[in-house]
């Protein structure tokens, strides 16, 4: 995943599906023009949107988002090396790229006349890509002719613009506005990250991880089938997470791999078959969402005093019981 720098390495491991989901869309040239990001993490939800903007804004030679690469911002640069428009777009001020929607701190509402105004302004058209952000799209804030004017730009906006709407969560913000954006949920952060591929482990056991990690990627159709099959607590429910259990704890013990390294080995395999289709299905992105709180649970309690294999168990069946409940959105999400 080293190339993949779309985003501050920090950001990529508090937020490992929000970014890889973005980096996905923009290496297909397919971001969608208008997302929702919801979950509790305002700073990340903020990062994210101005990494983004420094992305698609970005003037280094080498920097292009359709091949994922970096912006200055992304590769942290000291701002006497950023570009000009990373340099103002890191302060959020950056005149034609950067824009806000938000209310004045003494008001509980958006003022009409201000989005009105910006709804008129990146109607036209600009040598800039405009990312226009509102801090709070719940619902509360907007009055019904502000509403009205950003649905209208978000429905036909101007060329070159993206919009990223924050919210708590998506049931606090107009439907109507809900239905035209991706959502996306900004988790609270992953304490101990995503790294299954950044450790000190030897050569060797790196390329074991890694030949298990494609034999993962390869089943992972039969197992969503299997899993929209069986019934959860089923003997062979059990059987079939026991033995993925087993699989991951033995890779632990036969190459001294760290167990939270292999558990994200696995997850990773996940997030690699549904990368792409997450972007346009919402159950996948709630599927690799849980799954990824299921892994930090378990690399939690490793972190305590549970013993290896009690940790792996429960851990397999916990995926094995989520991938039966999003069964049938995961096998529309991969068949499509
Ligand atoms: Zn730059």
Redesign the pocket.
Same mark, same amino acid.
Do not use: E, H, I
């Given at each position: 995943m080293g190339s993949q720098a779309l985003f501050t390495a920090p950001l990529q491991e508090r937020q490992p599906l929000a970014s890889r989901l973005l980096l996905a869309a923009a290496e297909r040239g397919a971001l969608a023009n208008a997302y929702l990001f919801t979950g509790p993490s305002r700073s990340d939800k903020w990062e994210l949107a101005l990494q983004l903007a420094?992305a698609l804004? $970005?003037?280094?030679e080498s920097?292009t988002l359709s091949t994922g690469r970096s912006? $200055?911002?992304s590769q942290a640069?000291p701002p006497e090396q $950023? $570009?000009?428009?990373?340099?103002w777009i890191a302060n959020g001020e950056h005149p034609q790229a950067w824009h806000l929607l938000k209310r004045e701190p003494d008001k509980t509402k958006i003022a009409v006349e201000k989005a009105r105004l910006l709804c008129e302004e990146i109607l036209k058209s600009s040598a800039y890509f405009r990312v226009i952000v509102v801090t709070e799209a719940e619902q509360s804030v907007f009055h019904d002719a502000s509403a009205n004017a950003l649905l209208k730009s978000i429905e036909e906006p101007g060329a070159r613009c993206l919009f990223v709407l924050f919210a708590g969560h998506a049931d606090m913000v107009l439907p109507t506005i809900v239905s035209r954006c991706q959502v996306l949920e900004v988790s609270g952060a992953y304490p101990t990250g995503f790294l299954w591929n950044d450790d000190d482990a030897s050569e060797e056991a790196r390329q074991a991880l890694e030949t298990h990690r494609r034999q993962f990627i390869r089943e992972f159709p039969s197992v969503v089938e299997s899993a929209i099959t069986l019934k959860a607590g089923s003997i062979k429910y059990v059987l079939e997470s026991r033995s993925i259990a087993e699989r991951l704890a033995k890779l632990t013990e036969e190459y001294g791999l760290s167990p939270a390294m292999v558990i994200d080995a696995y997850v990773s395999a996940d997030f690699e078959c549904l990368k792409v289709p997450a972007c346009d299905h919402g159950g996948a992105r709630r599927y690799l969402n849980r799954l990824l709180s299921v892994a930090e649970t378990a690399k939690q309690e490793l972190d305590h005093y549970v013993k290896l294999n009690n940790v792996v168990e429960t851990f397999a069946y916990s995926v094995a019981e989520l991938r039966s409940h999003f069964s049938g959105e995961l096998r529309l999400a991969i068949s499509s």
């Open positions: 420094a804004n $970005c003037t280094r920097s912006s $200055c911002v640069c $950023c $570009c000009v428009n990373c340099r």
